[in-house]
């Protein structure tokens, strides 16, 4: 993982915690691999807010809600936090993460 | 008198609304049949009713693939391994009982959707049963548009092309939701159908359970916890948490729903039983936690009672949010709620006016709604119109 990356990685993982924001999550080992649906048990409406926050923090370059809309169910069911990453840090330039 | 055919899943939640609406009509004289998985439901259905089965060439009947996967995974499985096989399964034994039974109307549950592409291809006059409100809002573009393939593939091997819709589970001549729009809410947009809101069934018709009532104390506030008939087996932790919760509540008693194993750690406030009489426990507690099953939601609603809501599943979380978004519930994360939030939850569930006010409003709306004799009434209204040809074409 780039040191890209690895900002983006954290900064996903502090929006997850504040959004959640229930004793559980606190220490919860989230990663790369951890799942929405699975791991996290979020709703749809939860990972809007997170998407949200993620968005009020890089600015309008990103669109998560329409990256999301694009995704098989299949997809989504599947959808992880690394996926997330992996959107953020294609879209945005190094320089602004 | 009418002749009616109902067609429904062997659920519990899809089979009781009808049990309910069948009682109306065969007490009023007109003549039910049944087009069922007799295998799995022929013990809850009425001693003498007329039975087609449609599983006479299944080994097994129909199972729930995996108790165990949760959210939108559970909703594909559900699709992918539910209810399209057993549609594809039917088509031919209901239509061969839908021939020989020549009904007025048909009745068929939204989850059946084999049910409804045989009164589609026969044209004869049909009412789709809705028992969970999730079922007709609009979620999400891209798992509507999902749905609507799976349903167009299953249309192409049975319908001829000018009969394929796009959802072909909603009947174009009346849509029953036994649920009210007060409880819907209106964060979700509407599939186009004609609808008629009847409210819960209310009808009973379930068995008698046992219950050793004398033990609730008269000076304690009481709950009901339940995960349902298909989650209840699911793991212990839920139960577990909340029994570490209710320990130090000891001016809360509460019943449980869960494996009786779990009776020999309960602490003394706690009774553990496997199978419960959940409308007259409903009678009796202030507060319900549950998995926001719609009927369990509807039943406790319709007591005037708030909820904390754990939704885990299929409508579940839809459901959930409508409870909580009417200002009736608070909300359960059903597998990492610690012992510490639990107790928290229970607290504020039993002690805030705002959750009972907002349960009595929606309670009097759902006791107001005409239940199982309107959904009975909507359905013999399409049979008096099956009379006039434009709506009877083929049977």
């Known amino acids: 993982m780039s040191s890209h990356q690895e900002q983006v990685l954290a900064l996903v993982i502090d929006k997850i915690r504040a959004t959640v924001n229930e004793d559980w999550i606190a220490d919860f080992d989230i990663g790369l691999e951890t799942r929405f649906n699975d791991d996290l048990e979020l709703e749809s409406i939860e990972f809007v807010k997170i998407a949200d926050a993620i968005q009020a923090h890089y600015g309008n370059q990103l669109a998560i809600i329409a990256w999301l809309s694009g995704k098989s169910i299949h997809e989504l069911i599947g959808l992880s936090v690394g996926d997330l990453v992996d959107y953020i840090a294609g879209t945005l330039a190094p320089a602004q993460a | ?395």
């Open chain 2, 1 to 395: 008198m009418a002749r009616i055919l109902f067609s429904v899943p062997p659920l519990t939640g899809h089979l009781n609304p009808a049990l309910a609406v069948a009682e109306c009509l065969v007490e009023q004289g007109h003549q039910v049949a049944w087009a069922v998985h007799a295998k799995q439901i022929r013990d809850k259905l009425p001693p003498r009713a007329w039975v087609y089965p449609l599983d006479a060439e299944d080994a097994d009947g129909p199972g729930i693939a995996d108790p165990k996967v949760r959210g939108l995974e559970s909703v594909r499985l559900f699709f992918e391994d539910y209810t399209l096989p057993i549609a594809e399964r039917m088509l031919q034994p209901l239509e061969a009982s839908a021939r020989s039974f020549q009904p007025d109307v048909m009745v068929v549950d939204h989850q059946l959707p084999g049910g409804a592409l045989v009164a589609r291809k026969l044209g004869l006059p049909w009412a789709s049963f809705v028992t969970t409100t999730a079922s007709i809002l609009k979620m999400s573009p891209m798992v509507d548009a999902w749905v609507a393939n799976q349903y167009r593939a299953l249309q192409g091997r049975y319908l001829p092309a000018e009969l394929i819709v796009e959802r072909p589970d909603f009947s174009p001549h009346r849509v029953l939701v036994f649920s009210t729009e007060t409880l819907m809410g209106d964060a979700h947009a509407r599939v186009e159908a004609p609808y008629r809101f009847v409210g819960p069934a209310k009808g009973d018709g379930r068995r008698k359970v046992d219950f050793p009532w004398d033990w609730f104390q008269a000076d304690k506030k009481k709950l009901l916890i339940s995960l349902g008939t298909v989650s209840r087996d699911r793991d212990t932790r839920f139960f577990e948490v909340m029994m570490a919760a209710l320990a130090e509540l000891p001016e809360v008693q509460a019943v449980m729903v869960a494996p009786e194993s779990l009776a020999a750690q309960a602490p003394a406030n706690v009774l553990v039983r496997d199978y419960v009489p959940q409308l007259e426990l409903l009678d009796r507690v202030d507060a319900v936690i549950c998995h926001a099953g719609h009927n369990t939601v509807c039943e406790a609603l319709s007591r005037d009672l708030p909820l904390a809501v754990a939704p885990i599943r299929d409508d579940q979380p839809v459901i959930a949010r409508q409870v909580i978004d009417a200002g009736a519930g608070l909300f359960i994360r059903h597998g990492k709620v610690s012992p510490a939030v639990a107790k928290a939850t229970i607290e504020k569930l039993l002690s805030t006016p705002e959750l009972v006010a907002n349960a009595r409003r929606l309670g009097a709306d759902l006791r107001a709604a005409p239940g199982a004799a309107g959904a009975a009434e909507a359905v013999l209204e399409l049979a008096q119109q099956a009379s006039e040809p434009s709506l009877r074409k083929v049977a």
